[in-house]
C-alpha cells in the first residue's frame, strides 16, 4: 500500500540518519475506504492526490510544533505492507482524517519512492498558514485563506537519491 509520511526537513535528516522513519506508530496517509466513500468518483490518481494533501496539513503542523525548523511541507511516499497499516481516521470511518492510518513498526527508507517539498518561494505561504493553522481550526475564514494559500503551493517531487540533498 502506497502511504505518504508527513515530516519536515529535521524529521527527514534524522530518517536519513537512522536509516527508518519512527519510531511506531507512524502516522500515514492513505487511500482508504472511507476516502474512497468520501471521493465516489475519484481515480486512484485523485485519491492519491488527496491522501498525499492531508500528509501536506499534517507536516504544517508539525511545523507549527517546532518554529526552528524551516518552514517547507515534506511529505514522504512509501510503499508498505498493507498489514503493516493499523487502524485510524480512515479505517474507523471518520471524515476528519479519512486518510488516516497508524503503521505498527518504523517504516525503513528503502520503502520509500519519493519525497514531496515545497519549493522555496512557498516559504511565505507556508510560514502564514503555520501561524494561521490553530485560528483555521477554530473555524476562522480570513485564517482558512492563508492555509488554503500554502496548499496552493504544489510540492516538488524528489527522487530518494535527491534526498540528502535537502538536508544538506
Given at each position: 500500500m502506497r502511504v505518504y509520511l508527513p515530516a519536515t526537513l529535521p524529521v527527514l535528516d534524522g530518517a536519513l540518519r537512522a536509516g527508518e522513519i519512527g519510531p511506531a506508530p507512524v502516522p500515514a496517509y492513505t487511500v482508504t475506504p472511507a476516502l474512497r466513500e468520501w471521493y465516489a468518483h475519484a481515480d486512484l490518481e485523485e485519491l492519491e492526490y488527496a491522501a498525499m494533501m492531508h500528509a501536506a496539513r499534517a507536516s504544517l503542523r508539525l511545523l507549527r510544533a517546532d518554529p526552528d525548523v524551516p518552514r517547507r511541507r515534506v511529505v514522504l511516499a512509501a510503499d508498505v505492507p498493507d498489514e503493516q497499516a493499523g487502524r485510524?481516521?480512515?479505517?474507523d470511518g471518520?471524515?476528519?482524517e479519512p486518510?488516516?492510518?497508524?503503521l505498527a513498526a518504523p517504516v525503513p527508507l528503502?520503502?520509500?519512492v519519493s519525497g514531496?517539498?515545497?519549493d522555496l518561494a512557498a516559504v511565505?505561504?507556508?510560514?502564514a498558514a503555520v501561524q494561521a493553522l490553530?485560528?483555521?481550526?477554530g473555524g476562522d475564514d480570513d485564517a482558512q485563506f492563508l492555509v488554503d494559500g500554502a496548499e496552493g503551493h504544489?510540492?516538488?517531487w524528489y527522487a530518494t537519491q535527491e534526498l540528502g540533498d535537502l538536508t544538506g
Open positions: 485510524g481516521g480512515g479505517f471518520g471524515f476528519d486518510t488516516l492510518v497508524l528503502a520503502w520509500v514531496h517539498v515545497d511565505p505561504d507556508v510560514t490553530a485560528a483555521a481550526d504544489d510540492l516538488m
